[in-house]
Each structure stands twice: as C-alpha cells, then as structure tokens.
C-alpha cells in the first residue's frame, strides 16, 4: 500500500515534444504528491506538486494532471528541451508527514 | 539564502568501519530528513527529525542512526558498514515537522568495499 509505481522507466523526445511520466498509487491516505527532478550528481529538486482537490496544477511548461478516482497522477512537460533531460521521480506524502514515497524514477532524454 | 549543504560528498569506507554524514539544513528550516539512494531500491526514507525528536523512521535496520542538534543540523550514522550499505544519502529540510516542501541536498556518496 506504500507503493507508487512509475512508468515508463526511460523516455526519450523530440525536442519541442511533449513528456509524459505517469504514476499510480495505492493509499488512498496520500494528500500531497510532488514530481522532481534529478540532474547526474545532484540530488532531487522540486518541480511541482498538487494536492488532490484539483485536477491539474500548471507551471510554466510543466502540468500535473490529477485522477482521485483512478488514484493516477501524470507530469507533462510541453515544448521539451535538452536541459530537461534528466531523471524524473513522483513522489507521494501524507500531508503533516515528512516522508515521501518515491516512484522508481524516469530517465528522459530530450534530443535535438 | 544557502541550501541544504551535506559534508562529505564522497567517502569510501571498508566493510565492518562506521561513518557518520553531516547535513546542514537551509537557515530556519526545522525538520530533516534523510534518504538513501541506490539503483535498485530507488529512493528509500531512512528518518525524519525535528526539534531534535526522531519522529519517523524508515524500514531500515538498527546500524542506521541518526540524530540532530539544537540548530537543526543533523548527522547520520551507519555502523558496521556493509556493501549494500553503498549509495547515495540524500538529506532533506522543510520549514516545520507538518510543511510539505522538502529540499534536497546535494547528496554523500558512500561506497563501502
């Protein structure tokens, strides 16, 4: 019940392309579900994050889409440029709890 | 204003030594939390700390310790050093023990030979 399942395990766009990184979770305590984003040698740095009283949460070029009923959450990224290459991680909490359950991870790959 | 810096960044240590990871959270930030990360399990929560109190602790056996001071920096600890002890620990701070943004450092690289 802990888990959050990630897929697909690798991407790799057009630049100028959309991403799509989907997740899916199974405790339906969960209230807080963040996405980031992992550069080679860094660690993880915070893109967005919605809570379930909305279905999508837009900034910039990133969009979360959000499906209570389907316990589902998506990340798109349009216009996809080569800086965004790197490992992508959903992520979900109980809010009040500091512990994140991660996803496996996404390594896109944005070529020219 | 400052990250969360995280000393060392890379360590290498042999099978049977201990060592202990430092983490500096962003000034005024409360609450740490510690993750390990390593290809095959991902990222794994090992605890959380605020006001010097573990509040939760992650499926993690006892050679995983931790603590944190009254300034809110926070050490861990892994002693009796296995290989699969190797990865990359990752600390994270956020304002209170109940904010839901973390931010993370940029990680220690330990590997254990």
């Known amino acids: 019940q802990q888990q959050v399942k990630q897929s697909p395990q690798s991407l790799i766009v057009q630049k100028g392309g959309i991403s799509i990184i989907n997740c899916a979770y199974e405790n339906t305590a969960f209230d807080y579900f963040p996405w980031y984003q992992q550069f080679p040698g860094k660690g993880p740095a915070l893109l967005i994050a919605?809570?379930?009283?909305?279905s999508e949460k837009k900034e910039g070029r990133f969009t979360i889409s959000f499906n209570k009923s389907a316990k589902q959450f998506s990340l798109h990224i349009m216009d996809s440029q080569p800086g965004d290459s790197a490992t992508y991680f959903c992520?979900?909490?109980?809010?009040?709890?500091?512990?994140?359950?991660f996803g496996t991870g996404t390594r896109l790959l944005v070529s020219p | 204003k400052a990250g969360v810096t995280q000393t060392p960044r890379y360590l290498i240590k042999t099978r049977g030594q201990q060592v202990t990871l430092s983490c500096s959270p962003i000034s005024g930030h409360r609450s740490v939390s510690w993750y390990q990360q390593t290809p095959g399990q991902g990222l794994q929560f090992l605890f959380e700390?605020?006001?010097?109190?573990?509040?939760n602790k992650g499926n993690f056996p006892g050679r995983f310790s931790g603590r944190q001071f009254s300034n809110s920096r926070s050490e861990m600890n892994v002693s009796t050093l296995e290989l699969g002890d190797s990865a990359l620990y990752l600390c994270a701070s956020s304002i209170t023990d109940i904010a839901d943004t973390q931010y993370f450092g940029p990680g220690t690289r330990l590997t254990v030979l």
């Open positions: 700390y605020f006001s010097e109190t573990q509040r």
């Open positions: 919605i809570r379930p009283d909305v």
């Open positions: 992520a979900a909490s109980r809010s009040g709890f500091q512990k994140l359950v």
